[in-house]
């Protein structure tokens, strides 16, 4: 999850220095990271019209050395946060947590399929013959960079994501000690790294990408794909929902539309937020609204903040195919399918990374569907845009997890947790 960085306080410094530092951590909230990607689209839209090419040549020439980093650090993004949130999830409350991540991966699967079925079928008719050649040809753009500067990985995707699997689920195994903590450590050197290098500069990025498509003349096509994908991806949220709580309602014997209503609270919060973890306690208050004793409530929710992300992964999968189809990719029934449960699975990193789902999912884009760094870069773009509406249908969907579990453990839990299960919840 996102968590803020510490700052240690020297007594001796001038009062004036923390108030300081405090002001311009309030301006930085005010101003986050969707306001300031969106001014950067329109800037570039407006610039690309009279911007001279020698100075478009400058944002060339840093996308190309930005995007090689990227893609060094993807590898490591993946190491670093997929294996210690593996190896965390073997140290739960036993059965509960293994039907809880079973069913909140189901979900995810299921949603990430369902995108993937309706995208296929309505995304060629709803695009028709839009088409982005630059993004698979970057050597025909118009505008070409300086310099560039090769930063080749330490290990190619691939082998971050098998060896992940294979520390996170050995470190479940032996009892915990210095290598989970060293992966622990990891975890937040890679997470500051993402927070003071990657998102600043991840607006510039941006502008880069967008000065290129405007000055090339495939803007409008590119925001003519984000709007029509945009309703198509908000139709089919609403549609998870609806069969989300269709099974809860029958696991509560209740409404499901009812339900669905009493976690209006948790959605709204969610949408104002763009953050899971943030609106964990109105998402549980909603839940027991709806039933779910204190002591389900208390720990599925928290558990389904960090592993369930249907709403993102329904989100990534409709804009990856809408890249592929707008750019002439050819789309895979096998390696498309692939993509989707490999995508639930790299999703419990994703609360671990400022900036959302999409900078975990990333290195799964390159590997089974061979994204470019351009194309990464514009499926970032993409859902950021509207990051908020998944990280709604994200928890949300945590209150029908908890309605579930609330019939599978019907007269065997009662209570409230007891301090080493919030212990585990909560990994303290």
């Not at 990657?198 to 096509?221: A, E």
Request: aromatic residues 8%; proline residues 5%.
């Amino acid at each position: 999850m996102n968590t803020p960085t510490d700052t240690a306080v020297d007594p001796s410094a001038s009062s004036a220095e923390p108030a300081s530092t405090a002001t311009a951590a309030r301006r930085r909230s005010r101003f986050g990271l969707l306001p300031r990607i969106l001014l950067a689209i329109v800037l570039a839209i407006l610039l690309g019209l009279v911007m001279p090419e020698a100075i478009a040549r400058v944002f060339t020439t840093f996308n190309g050395v930005f995007s090689g980093f990227l893609g060094f650090l993807i590898p490591l993004i993946i190491v670093g946060l997929v294996t210690p949130a593996i190896a965390e999830l073997g140290h739960g409350a036993g059965k509960m947590l293994a039907a809880t991540a079973g069913i909140a991966y189901l979900s995810t699967i299921l949603c990430g399929l369902f995108a993937l079925a309706l995208s296929l079928f309505l995304l060629p008719r709803m695009l028709g013959g839009a088409r982005i050649d630059t993004l698979e040809n970057p050597e025909d753009s118009a505008i070409a960079a300086y310099f560039e500067i090769e930063i080749p990985p330490v290990f190619d995707v691939m082998t971050a994501l098998v060896l992940s699997f294979c520390l996170g689920i050995g470190l479940t195994l032996v009892t915990k000690g210095a290598l989970q903590e060293s992966f622990v450590q990891l975890r937040t050197i890679i997470v500051r790294i993402i927070e003071a290098i990657i998102i600043p500069l991840l607006p510039l990025y941006i502008f880069g990408m967008f000065l290129g498509l405007t000055m090339n003349g495939q803007i409008w096509t590119v925001i003519g794909t984000f709007l029509t994908v945009i309703l198509l991806v908000f139709g089919m949220t609403v549609v998870v929902l609806l069969a989300q709580y269709a099974v809860a309602g029958w696991a509560m014997g209740r409404n499901p539309l009812r339900m669905l209503w009493n976690m209006l609270p948790a959605y709204m919060t969610a949408l104002g937020t763009s953050s899971s973890a943030a609106t964990i306690p109105v998402t549980t208050e909603c839940a027991k609204r709806n039933g779910v004793p204190d002591a389900i409530a208390d720990f599925v929710i928290p558990l389904g903040a960090t592993i369930h992300l249907a709403g993102s992964t329904l989100k990534i999968t409709t804009f990856a195919v809408a890249i592929m189809i707008v750019t002439g990719m050819p789309l895979h029934i096998g390696a498309l399918v692939g993509f989707v449960f490999m995508l639930g699975v790299v999703m419990i990193a994703a609360p671990g990374v400022p900036g959302g789902a999409i900078m975990a999912a990333a290195g799964v884009l390159a590997s089974f569907l061979g994204f470019s760094e351009a194309a990464v870069g514009l499926m970032i773009a993409a859902y950021i845009a509207i990051d908020s509406f998944g990280t709604a249908t994200n928890v949300t969907g945590d209150g029908a997890i908890a309605a579930l579990m609330t019939r599978f453990s019907k007269g065997r839990v009662s209570g409230d947790l007891t301090a080493q299960q919030h212990a585990e919840v909560h990994g303290i």
